[in-house]
């Protein structure tokens, strides 16, 4: 069965730091991968997402960027944080054309 | 950016009473997806309607689509304390390769 995993659950950050979200999935192959914001009490906001090793696609200028160095590893980062970086964020991955999508458990990100 | 809106934002009920959330997209789509969410939590898929279906049900849930409206509804029946939680539509905007969400609607039912 596929799973997917995203650390850490919880992280806070001075603002100026670096960050780096992984999420890995298990058990399929060439999935399309996600990175969401979700801001409290909010809908999500799509970051980005991949259809494949090296191609990402950008939806909100930021400080942030994504990489995906392997089919099942989609990795958010950032070189400086901002306090207006914090929030929930998550992967989530579906297959083009697929029944819906699979979410991460979510990472908590206070910028302090 | 955004392309479901959901209605009510917010919705209480009593358990064993229904709950209906709607939603509103503005593009053409292939299918619309709900989710649900528990504070904190990562988001669960409820389940998809095809822009070529019109209801859809799963257990306690009922989906309704109108294409021509671009509106959907999530009926929850006979609702329990367990079902509290955020509910969110998605929308594909007809390429599928990524899905907008709506703010969601969060769902209070008080035992």
């Known amino acids: 069965s596929q799973t997917i995993h995203q650390w850490p659950a919880t992280l806070v950050q001075p603002v100026g730091s670096p960050l780096s979200l992984e999420c890995t999935v298990e058990?399929?192959?060439?999935?399309?991968l996600y990175w969401y914001r979700q801001a409290a009490g909010r809908g999500l906001q799509l970051l980005f997402y991949?259809?494949?090793?090296?191609?990402i696609s950008s939806e909100v200028p930021q400080n942030l960027s994504a990489s995906r160095p392997q089919d099942r590893q989609f990795i958010l980062s950032s070189k400086k944080l901002l306090l207006s970086d914090s929030g929930f964020y998550l992967c989530?991955?579906?297959?083009?054309?697929?029944?819906?999508?699979?979410f991460g458990s979510g990472t908590r990100l206070t910028v302090v | 950016s955004q392309q479901g809106e959901e209605d009510p934002q917010a919705l209480s009920i009593q358990e064993g009473e229904n709950a209906t959330m709607n939603c509103s997209y503005k593009?053409?789509?292939?299918?619309l997806q709900w989710y649900r969410q528990n504070s904190g939590r990562g988001l669960v898929h409820l389940i998809l309607?095809?822009?070529?279906?019109r209801e859809k049900h799963s257990g306690r849930l009922r989906v309704t689509l109108d294409t021509s409206k671009k509106s959907s509804s999530l009926l929850i029946t006979a609702s329990r304390a367990a079902d509290t939680a955020s509910y969110f539509c998605?929308?594909?905007?007809?390429?599928?390769?990524?899905?907008?969400f709506g703010a969601g609607t969060r769902l209070t039912v008080k035992p």
């Open positions: 593009t053409s789509i292939n299918n």
């Open positions: 989530a991955w579906s297959y083009l054309g697929g029944t819906g999508y699979t």
């Open positions: 309607i095809r822009s070529n279906e």
């Open positions: 058990g399929t192959s060439n999935p399309n």
């Open positions: 998605a929308t594909d905007e007809g390429n599928n390769n990524d899905m907008r």
């Open positions: 991949s259809v494949g090793i090296g191609q």
